[in-house]
T-cell receptor, first 110, second 114 residues
Framework: LAKTTQPISMDSYEGQEVNITCSHN???????ITWYQQFPSQGPRFIIQ???TKVTNEVASLFIPADRKSSTLSLPRVSLSDTAVYYC???????????FGSGTRLQVQP | NAGVTQTPKFRILKIGQSMTLQCTQD?????MYWYRQDPGMGLKLIYY???????DKGEVPNGYNVSRSTTEDFPLRLELAAPSQTSVYFC?????????????FGDGTRLSIL
C-alpha cells in the first residue's frame, strides 16, 4: 500500500484558496488518489478522486503531476464550514484496502 | 436513501464482555469495511469484505471478527472486550468497478471499554 504524507495542520481565512499537498512516492500503476473530509463526530465524506492531470467538481480541484508522486487538493474560497480534517488516500483498484493517514487539520478563521 | 447505517451509536462495555456492532447498507455495494479511529488519529482498517461470504483482515484485526452473509450486512464482533478497543468504529461501503471508488461512511459507533 502506498504511504502518504501530508501536513499535520493548516490555517486559513475565509475567502482564501487553500491548497493541501500530499506526497505518495510509492504510488502504484493501478492506484487512484482520493480525498476525504471529516468533521468532528462524523464519518469521512468523499470529496474528489483522480488518476492523473486535473479533476474538478463543485467542491474542489485535484491536481496530479505527470509522475503522480504527489497531489494537491485545492479548495476555492474557503468558509468557516470547511474547517475539518482532510485525508489523502492512495488505493489499489484491485485490493481496495485504502489506508488513512493522520490527515491535515484545516482551521478556517473569520 | 439511508446509505450506511450503524447501530448502536454509543455503547459502554465492561472488560471481558462481548458485543456486535451492526452495519447495513442499502446501496447494493459489494465492498464493505470496518475502521476504528482513536482520538486525534486517522482511521485504521480492521476488516473488509469484497462480497457476501468473503472477508479479509485489514491493518488491526486482532480482537475482532466479522461475517458477511448478505450483501447488505457486515457486523463486527468484539470478543472479550479490552480497554485498548475503546474507539470510534466506522463502517463503510463502496462499489468497485474501474476505479478505487468512493467509500460511503456511516456515522460511527462510539465504544468505551471500562
Amino acid at each position: 500500500l502506498a504511504k502518504t504524507t501530508q501536513p499535520i495542520s493548516m490555517d486559513s481565512y475565509e475567502g482564501q484558496e487553500v491548497n493541501i499537498t500530499c506526497s505518495h512516492n510509492n504510488i502504484a500503476t493501478n492506484d487512484y488518489i482520493t480525498w476525504y473530509q471529516q468533521f468532528p463526530s462524523q464519518g469521512p465524506r468523499f470529496i474528489i478522486q483522480g488518476y492523473k492531470t486535473k479533476v474538478t467538481n463543485e467542491v474542489a480541484s485535484l491536481f496530479i503531476p505527470a509522475d503522480r508522486k504527489s497531489s494537491t487538493l485545492s479548495l476555492p474560497r474557503v468558509s468557516l464550514s470547511d474547517t475539518a480534517v482532510y485525508y489523502c488516500l492512495v488505493g489499489d483498484t484491485g485490493r481496495r484496502a485504502l489506508t488513512f493517514g493522520s490527515g491535515t487539520r484545516l482551521q478556517v478563521q473569520p | 436513501n439511508a446509505g450506511v447505517t450503524q447501530t448502536p451509536k454509543f455503547r459502554i462495555l465492561k472488560i471481558g464482555q462481548s458485543m456486535t456492532l451492526q452495519c447495513t447498507q442499502d446501496m447494493n455495494h459489494n465492498y464493505m469495511y470496518w475502521y476504528r479511529q482513536d482520538p486525534g488519529m486517522g482511521l485504521k482498517l480492521i476488516y473488509y469484505s469484497v462480497g457476501a461470504g468473503i472477508t479479509d483482515k485489514g491493518e488491526v484485526p486482532n480482537g475482532y471478527n466479522v461475517s458477511r452473509s448478505t450483501t447488505e450486512d457486515f457486523p463486527l464482533r468484539l470478543e472479550l472486550a479490552a480497554p485498548s478497543q475503546t474507539s470510534v468504529y466506522f463502517c463503510a461501503s463502496s462499489y468497485s468497478k474501474d476505479t478505487a471508488g468512493a467509500q460511503h461512511f456511516g456515522d460511527g459507533t462510539r465504544l468505551s471499554i471500562l
